[in-house]
């Protein structure tokens, strides 16, 4: 039940569809968002809205796409998907696809269409997995997309490695990914960014094999106004087995501290105090509790 904002209309949640011929479910180009609108005192609130449209803008750019609607447009769309659906907190997916008019790989003559719906999905992980960490497996699929553009565009065929990583951690006894990138530093999760915390500095991967995540963003904002020294840096594996805290960071898995990297405890094995900090000021953020 419900609507799907699709192609500058309304329709009914059944009847959103398309075919079977849809050229991004052949070859894969396509770009989507995750984004979270949250109940606040004002009602629900979209989180960082503005700046996950322009990167959903970004990504189809990268990969070519025309988009055929302005980012007011498409703001406007993720409002009524949330109000129309009479949402208080909600889960978004934008996606950017090509139609099912021709095949082949050349594709410029195919029409581009954009959709918008929304869902509630209150957690992607546990309240425990929030409050004690999770267990991380360091994956045998890397992140393909070193030294290549694609890093920056949230794009459809990116996710191949992170699926079978995640299903590759689950498999044994883990929660989350750890991917590395083609020279062996650490990337991300399977859909988050990784921070360390050691000897007072915190440390994320620089931009080169990661996405620009807009959640690690927040983060780094935050870490500014506690006056926390920031390093954005290659980090190798080593060092997340050593660190006094890791945590990810993603619009889905919001602040997730990590306990156990391939079998060796974080710190003291739980969520540290910086990340519990961090937390609190992400949670508060969200909910319209801050400045930030
Ligand atoms: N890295 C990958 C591969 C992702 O899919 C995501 C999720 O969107 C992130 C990082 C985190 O990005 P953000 O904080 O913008 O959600």
Redesign the pocket.
């Known amino acids: 039940d419900g609507l799907i904002w699709l192609d500058g209309e309304m329709v009914p949640w059944r009847e959103a569809k398309t075919h079977v011929l849809t050229h991004t479910l052949h070859y894969g180009l396509g770009c989507f968002?995750?984004v979270r609108a949250y109940s606040t005192e004002k009602g629900a609130a979209i989180f960082?809205m503005k700046?996950?449209t322009d990167?959903l803008f970004r990504s189809a750019h990268i990969l070519n796409m025309t988009m055929p609607f302005s980012k007011d447009e498409l703001n406007a769309a993720q409002c009524a998907a949330v109000r129309e659906n009479n949402l208080d907190e909600a889960y978004l997916r934008p996606m950017v696809f090509l139609g099912s008019e021709g095949m082949g790989l050349r594709a410029d003559n195919l029409k581009v269409h954009v959709m918008v719906a929304a869902w509630s999905w209150p957690s992607y992980m546990s309240p425990e997995a929030k409050e004690l960490g999770i267990k991380v497996r360091t994956s045998s699929y890397t992140?393909h997309h070193v030294n290549i553009t694609m890093c920056k565009a949230?794009a459809n065929g990116?996710?191949i490695n992170?699926m079978l990583a995640l299903n590759e951690a689950i498999a044994s006894g883990c929660e989350e990914a750890l991917l590395l990138d083609n020279e062996g530093y650490v990337a991300?999760?399977?859909?988050?960014?990784i921070f360390i915390m050691r000897d007072g500095i915190l440390h994320t991967p620089e931009l080169t094999s990661?996405?620009?995540?807009?959640?690690?963003?927040?983060i780094l904002d935050f870490a500014r106004e506690l006056n926390i020294p920031v390093k954005e840096r290659r980090i190798t594996r080593d060092e997340v087995y050593v660190a006094d805290e890791a945590f990810f960071?993603?619009?889905?898995?919001e602040v997730l501290p990590i306990r156990e990297l391939d079998g060796r405890v974080i710190g003291a094995g739980k969520r540290g105090p910086l990340t519990e900090k961090l937390q609190g000021m992400y949670f508060d953020a969200v909910k319209g509790k801050s400045a930030a």
């Open positions: 968002e995750g960082r700046e996950h990167r992140r949230k990116n996710y992170s991300e999760g399977s859909g988050e960014n990661c996405l620009e995540g807009i959640t690690r963003q927040t960071t993603g619009t889905a898995a």
